[in-house]
């Protein structure tokens, strides 16, 4: 089994339990309705936690498969998703940190 020493990476099991925690909340945010000045800060955070989780995920890439072949050295084997950034990852990113501010001012300073 090729696959037996395969990890992943402590924050990118955290940006999909980020991302779907976002969409539960999101979803939270749409059927229970909360009051006025508090909806507009848990939309914000929800949308936070949705756009962290996707750039995470999109700064994890996908590596290749194992291969059984006989030229494979075993320095060339990678045991677990390495962070590679990418701009579109880096930008949902920054926008999830910015929305998770905004979404806290909301709450913590209600108009």
Sequence with gaps: MADA?????????????????????????WVLHPPVHMYTGLFYLAFACIAFGAGEILNHPQTPQLSTDATASPADVKLCRRRDPCSL???????????????????LFPR
């Excluded at 395969?6 to 909340?25: M, S």
């Design 5 to 29: 020493g395969y990890r992943l990476p402590p924050l990118y099991l955290a940006a999909w339990t980020i991302g779907t925690l976002g969409i539960v909340g999101l979803g939270g945010v």
């Design 89 to 107: 990852g880096n930008l949902f990113d920054i926008g999830g940190l910015l929305l998770f501010f905004v979404g806290l001012s909301f709450l």
